[in-house]
């Protein structure tokens, strides 16, 4: 059963970068046909796709995040990273990392318990 | 706001059933079979709940069904029971550039 974990700050202040990281355990992240993947959760919204990345280290964004995110993946640690620089009030989130199963066709198949993360001075 | 667009409520009563809209454009769901759906209850993490339009996961009762037409997806949830009340939302793959795509969720009342 492949299960994965956030961890980073909960607290973050605005203009700065925001750190996070998601340990897999129960499977590798080297494994074919998998993106990492990063999403969002505004309190009380919707999900709003970050971002992910593929286990050769090549990356897709959200458009709308791309000038302010880089994603990283660490095979050896099988973790893969978040960091989103400049944030604002607006990017005060629970933050989730998932896997994407592109085997069959497009879907998010685990997921993390996600990670509050507020924006704040 | 959301490149999908879901109604933000639906509602029925035990044993009915009750469908959901997720519309997108001719660049998302109309060009790829590639839609999911989700369960979300309150403080809880999502659930896949239908893939590829209308595939089930193993585990996920039949009474959860996808479909397609055009740019618009759907998900029928049919002899609605108590545990069905949550949010749902709908994504899919919109190629290049874009790559995914959420709904902006329906709150699901099992009334």
């Given amino acids: 059963q492949v299960q994965l974990q956030e961890s980073g700050p909960g607290l973050v202040k605005p203009s700065q970068t925001l750190s996070l990281t998601c340990t897999v355990s129960g499977g590798s992240i080297s494994s074919g046909g998998y993106y990492w993947s990063w999403i969002r959760q505004h309190p009380g919204k919707g999900l709003e796709w970050i971002g992910y990345i593929y286990n050769n280290g090549r990356t897709y964004y959200n458009p709308s995040l791309m000038s302010r995110i880089t994603m990283s993946v660490d095979t050896s640690q099988n973790q893969f990273s978040l960091k989103l620089s400049s944030v604002t009030a607006a990017d005060t989130a629970v933050y989730f990392c998932a896997r994407r199963d592109s085997s069959s066709g497009s879907l998010f198949d685990y997921w993390g318990q996600g990670t509050l993360v507020t924006v704040s001075s | ?111």
């Fill in chain 2, 1 to 111: 706001q959301s490149a999908l667009t879901q109604p933000p409520s639906a509602s029925g009563s035990p044993g009915q059933s009750v469908t959901i809209s997720c519309t997108g454009t001719s660049n998302d769901i109309g060009r790829f079979d590639y839609v999911s759906w989700y369960q979300q209850h309150p403080g809880e993490v999502p659930k896949l709940m239908i893939y590829q339009v209308s595939e089930r996961p193993s585990g996920v009762p039949d009474r959860f069904s996808g479909s397609k037409s055009g740019n618009t997806a759907s998900l029928t949830v049919s002899g609605l029971q108590a545990e069905d009340e949550a949010d749902y939302y709908c994504s899919s793959y919109a190629g290049s550039n874009t790559w995914e795509v959420f709904g902006g969720g329906t709150k699901l009342t099992v009334l």
